[in-house]
């Protein structure tokens, strides 16, 4: 870790940094800076037009200043001449409040205030597929059960272990990586850490993943859903919450049956209570809806959740508790914002502390099979606008995560629906055609 870029630089040999920002859509924007330029860079920031990213801006703003967080700073591993580094944006010398990584640092703060601090860690699964993206890249993995095969996933152990090897040597601490339950996807763990830390690590994660696929000649691809009848791209995250003081993890009682405290219910609760808004941010495209609400896969399960439901070791769920002190959120999918995934997991949860939100009955049965066992838990979202509606009906959800960045979120994500609705599709004309 360090706090000046340019000494960074002469020690690593650095010639360039990459001044990063996500925007609102989880792309990722960034500008080439030589490292003589840095210190101006590192006071004043890069410059960037924010209306010609996906943020609620006009071509009338001011520059938008991507300020770097040296702390956050990561030379390439596989380019060690080129470091990357995220940024906090700012207009005119205050904080643009509707952008993703402001948006978490704000959360982080007022979870601050409770005294924790937030630790993550997130299961980010991808495809592997051929350059032009239309088929895995694999023509050999065809099993109906492809989960965890030894054989395909050494197929692709140069990509693989080439970002393991990558993760090994930034610190990050991975320990596992396989094949999983779809054809030509993989899924790679590494460490747990404070929500920021997580997010950045996140957002690199996928910029190289991506890199070294293309530098092997494929193209890998976090999308929810890039093949049809196969599982889609989750991206489940682990939840623990820290006392500040101390270092003890708040969500343990080893009293409770499931090894979970009464604030790890009440951070539970707040969010079981914020599900259907929340999916707008966890499951943040039209494409993300053919992930949850998918039927039976090749393989005999989506591992995917459509209703809002809790349980203990049990995949079949929206969130599971696999042991004491922490439970996984699995809604989330690959599209998901690194940062703002992190900051509405906040947001729900401080408002569960807060309010002493119950998370309600919890339910062990299998919901693939048994959903009509359940018959009082809401369900998802069907598609993208409903879960839109459902978030900007959330006021104090919107409230947590600030009026500007929610409304800013609704505007562009509905105008993204409306650019959706309009297209016209193939399916439409097969089905349509001869009424």
């Not at 700012?90 to 979870?111: F, T, W």
């Not at 409903?386 to 009026?403: C, I, P, T």
């Amino acid at each position: 870790m360090t706090n000046d870029l340019s000494k960074f630089a002469k020690q690593k040999g650095i010639k360039y940094f990459m001044i990063s920002f996500t925007d609102l859509f989880g792309a990722q924007r960034a500008k080439l800076v030589p490292a003589q330029a840095i210190g101006d860079m590192e006071k004043d920031g890069a410059g960037f037009a924010g209306f010609a990213t996906w943020l609620d801006m006009t071509p009338a703003h001011p520059d938008m200043l991507a300020v770097p967080d040296p702390t956050s700073v990561i030379q390439l591993p596989w380019k060690r001449d080129v470091a990357w580094v995220a940024s906090n944006c700012k207009m005119e010398d205050e904080l643009v409040a509707q952008a993703p990584r402001n948006v978490l640092n704000r959360l982080i703060a007022e979870a601050a205030k409770y005294g924790v601090t937030i630790k993550t860690g997130v299961e980010a699964e991808f495809f592997i597929l051929t350059p032009e993206g239309l088929q895995i890249s694999d023509e050999f993995d065809t099993a109906q059960k492809p989960c965890y095969d030894q054989q395909a996933v050494m197929r692709r152990f140069d990509v693989i272990a080439e970002i393991s090897d990558y993760m090994l040597e930034l610190g990050w601490g991975p320990y596992q990586s396989d094949h999983e339950d779809a054809n030509g996807q993989f899924e790679m763990n590494w460490e747990f850490d404070n929500a920021l830390n997580t997010a950045d690590k996140h957002s690199f994660f996928k910029f190289m993943t991506k890199s070294v696929a293309e530098k092997h000649g494929f193209r890998a691809t976090f999308m929810p859903k890039p093949l049809e009848g196969v599982t889609g791209n989750g991206c489940h995250a682990h939840i623990s919450a820290w006392n500040e003081t101390d270092g003890i993890n708040i969500f343990v009682d080893n009293d409770k049956e499931l090894g979970l405290s009464d604030r790890g219910l009440n951070f539970l609760g707040g969010i079981m209570k914020h599900a259907n808004a929340l999916t707008a941010i966890t499951n943040p495209t039209v494409n993300s809806y053919k992930r949850i609400n998918a039927p039976k896969t090749t393989s005999g399960a989506t591992w995917a959740p459509n209703t809002a439901t809790w349980t203990s070791n049990n995949r079949t769920h929206m969130v599971r508790v696999p042991g004491p002190g922490r439970f996984e959120l699995r809604l989330p999918d690959g599209a998901a914002n690194p940062y703002l995934l992190q900051a509405v997991i906040i947001a729900a949860g401080l408002n569960g502390l807060s309010s002493c939100a119950n998370p309600g009955k919890r339910s062990d049965n299998d919901m693939y099979a048994e959903a009509d066992k359940v018959t009082d838990a809401p369900k998802l979202p069907l598609n993208l606008l409903d879960a839109v509606r459902a978030f900007d009906e959330d006021k104090s959800l919107k409230s947590s995560l600030g009026d500007e960045f929610s409304n800013a979120y609704i505007k562009l994500k509905t105008q993204e629906w409306n650019a959706y609705a309009s297209h016209f599709s193939t399916w439409e004309r097969q089905n349509t055609l001869d009424v």
